[in-house]
């Protein structure tokens, strides 16, 4: 499989409007899951654009959006402040403990989270969320636990498919697209 095409879909469900956060792995969603160093040993990752407009959106609609990842790194940190992310938790070996106490800063309840994952550390949390999502080249037992798979891997617009597929099943898509009308 060409990682850069789409892989089947599903149609626009019907989501509850109840999905107030979205909360993000970094590598394997946001990123393709390479980790690149360069001589220095400094770390690189590569964002796909079309993932930052995807988040723009969401929040244009006035919805929150964090990050939860098992890695540091200051190339996170950035991309973070680029896109106005003010929920950023990196080095988190328990992503279920961390997901608990955002909620609870917040005032949201399981049913108001939707969260997108590529292996076995996101399960906890994609058990307890109210919408859990799996990019398409995510691991087999993270596919099977979402409501739903992007068409596309991490790294090659996941997070915007899965934006677009959140607001059109609570049929937010007019109003999220309207400004580019």
């Not at 850069?4 to 989501?15: F, G, H, M, Y």
């Not at 279920?96 to 609870?104: A, G, Q, V």
């Not at 996101?122 to 979402?146: F, N, T």
């Amino acid at each position: 499989m060409n990682d850069l095409q789409p892989v089947s879909s599903s149609p626009a469900p019907v989501i509850s409007p109840e999905i107030q956060l979205l909360i993000l792995d970094v590598d394997g969603v946001l990123t393709d899951g390479g980790i690149i160093r360069d001589d220095t040993g400094q770390q690189i990752k590569r964002f796909h654009v079309r993932d930052g407009t995807g988040i723009v959106i969401w929040k244009r609609l006035n919805r929150q959006i964090a990050i939860i990842t098992g890695k540091e790194s200051l190339v996170v940190q950035h991309r973070a402040e680029e896109l106005g992310i003010q929920y950023v938790y990196q080095n988190v070996s328990n992503k279920l403990e961390i997901y608990s106490d955002l909620l609870t800063q917040l005032g949201y309840t399981d049913a108001q989270a939707a969260y997108i994952g590529d292996d076995l550390p996101d399960l906890p949390v994609m058990r307890r969320c109210g919408c859990p999502i799996a990019v398409a080249d995510a691991a087999e037992e993270v596919r099977a636990m979402a409501r739903y798979v992007t068409k596309y891997p991490g790294g090659y617009g996941a997070v915007r498919d899965a934006v677009e597929w959140l607001c059109k099943g609570m049929n937010l898509w007019h109003q999220a697209i309207s400004r580019y009308s």
